[in-house]
T-cell receptor, first 110, second 115 residues
Framework: GQSLEQPSEVTAVEGAIVQINCTYQ??????LSWYQQHDGGAPTFLSY????GLEETGRFSSFLSRSDSYGYLLLQELQMKDSASYFC???????????FGAGTRLFVKA | DVKVTQSSRYLVKRTGEKVFLECVQD?????MFWYRQDPGLGLRLIYF???????EKGDIPEGYSVSREKKERFSLILESASTNQTSMYLC??????????????FGNGTRLTVT
């Protein structure tokens, strides 16, 4: 079967660093993507990890450990506009489907 | 920039009606997807297509069908709408079948209410 776990909510203050963890179980795994969705908006792609290690894109970094079936999204220098839902999305080789869970709702406080 | 356009932002239909949700992408993407998004359940894949006239079932295809007659257009059909199909429907596209890591580009969604 397949499963995906990430915290439902995280709260942090402006300027802080926050880490959103993701554990997954899926057959034919080939990579882990992260998406951001603001209320009322469309999910937008943030990052992708195919290999173990850290990928950095500005204030956002994403990490993957394939052996642990684990990844995280790290957001630095938090801004109010980072308040959104964040989805980790493992992809499998079965027809290129990307699997989404319920996501993590991030609240950034002043 | 890729643009994925869904024909309606809000739609209200009656139980038993046949409903068509249309999606068009303008970047010659091969793959197209339909998801539904419900609170606490995230995005769940209904159907996807990796080529014209090709379709594959996702995780929750029951009660839905799809049509892809042209590369840029992917339609979701509710043959007989039911109240449990009230949801936000998101269409997405991605580049090609060879680029297994190509990101999904989403439309803004259609909020369907079935009464």
């Amino acid at each position: 079967g397949q499963s995906l776990e990430q915290p439902s909510e995280v709260t942090a203050v402006e300027g802080a660093i926050v880490q959103i963890n993701c554990t997954y179980q899926t057959s034919g795994f080939y990579g882990l993507s992260w998406y951001q969705q603001h209320d009322g908006g469309a999910p937008t792609f943030l990052s992708y990890n195919a290999l173990d290690g850290l990928e950095e894109t500005g204030r956002f970094s994403s990490f993957l450990s394939r052996s642990d079936s684990y990844g995280y999204l790290l957001l630095q220098e938090l801004q109010m506009k980072d308040s959104a839902s964040y989805f980790c999305a493992p992809g499998n080789t079965g027809g290129f489907k990307t699997i989404f869970g319920a996501g993590t709702r991030l609240f950034v406080k002043a | 920039d890729v643009k994925v356009t869904q024909s309606s932002r809000y739609l209200v239909k009656r139980t038993g009606e046949k409903v068509f949700l249309e999606c068009v992408q303008d970047m010659d993407h091969e793959n197209m997807f339909w998801y539904r998004q419900d609170p606490g359940l995230g995005l769940r894949l209904i159907y996807f297509s990796y080529d014209v006239k090709m379709k594959e079932k996702g995780d929750i295809p029951e009660g839905y069908s799809v049509s892809r007659e042209k590369k840029e257009r992917f339609s979701l059909i509710l043959e007989s709408a039911s109240t449990n199909q009230t949801s936000m429907y998101l269409c997405a596209s991605s580049l090609s079948a060879d680029s297994i890591n190509s990101p999904l580009h989403f439309g803004n969604g259609t909020r369907l209410t079935v009464t």
